[in-house]
């Protein structure tokens, strides 16, 4: 019985040790998920950052592209709008003769040779209405140029903050695109590094409890195995004849009746 309780007790340290080993291993495991966890935090948190941001400029990007849809006349702008399709008029005689500029030196102009003939007393002579027709004629035509270049001036003044804006918010787009694949592969790693931890925390407590086991059975086979040995040391020394290990039968002056176990 002191044979047994001496390999209970060795296989008792070894399952102590095994389990100190295994929690051990538990905790360097938690300690590994704990850091991986709080990776896929970070860059969850870093993502939404970023998204708040960019998504100023991202939403001015779109509202930008509504307006010069709108504008341009193209489909996804507002129809309703009075000023769908107004920028993507070829200049013409509508929009020269609605120019500023033209209108307002036209009329300067004829009420500068009205009053010149006015001061000669020939406001309704032929000659006067020929003058102000040849100076009309000339001035369209000087002032046609100049109408075209300003009607492009303005409209190009309409269109390119509206683009440079739907520029930004491309950009802001493409960051975010950028950001969210980036944060594909971090949180695969990260989820990944996740389970390789959880995972080594069970292999090691089972790998220690296993250990745990087998000094148990180690301890006590080898309790026995000593016993074994023990009882044919004491057979041969009853006997005087040394045992015949793996003979078929007793050895030489031994009957079966007088072998003790």
Known sequence: MAGIAAALIGGAAAIGGSLIAGNAASKASKAQARAAQQGIDAQKERFERQGELQE????????????????????????????????????????????????????????????????????????????????????????????????????????????????????????????????????????????QAQA???????NAAMQGVQGISGAVQGYYNNQFMNSLLNRQSSYGQPMQLGSAGPAVGMSPSNVRY
């Not at 080594?200 to 089972?206: E, H, L, Q, R, T």
């Open 56 to 195: 100023p400029f991202r939403q001015a990007g779109l509202t930008s592209q509504n307006q010069l849809m709108t504008l341009l006349g193209l489909k996804g702008g507002d129809e309703a709008s009075g000023e769908y399709g107004s920028a993507s008029k070829a200049f013409g005689m509508d929009q020269f003769n609605a120019d500023p500029g033209y209108a307002f030196r036209l009329s300067e102009g004829m009420k500068a040779l009205e009053r010149s003939a006015a001061a000669r007393g020939g406001l309704l002579s032929g000659q006067t209405l020929k003058g102000i027709n040849r100076y009309g004629q000339d001035m369209g035509s000087q002032e046609y140029q100049n109408a075209f270049n300003r009607y492009q001036v303005e409209r190009n003044a309409r269109l390119n903050p509206l683009q440079s804006l739907m520029g930004a918010g491309q950009t802001a787009t493409n960051q975010l695109t950028g950001a969210a694949g980036a944060l594909g592969t971090g949180l695969a790693q990260g989820y990944g590094n996740l389970g």
């Open 200 to 206: 080594s925390g069970y292999v090691g407590a089972a």
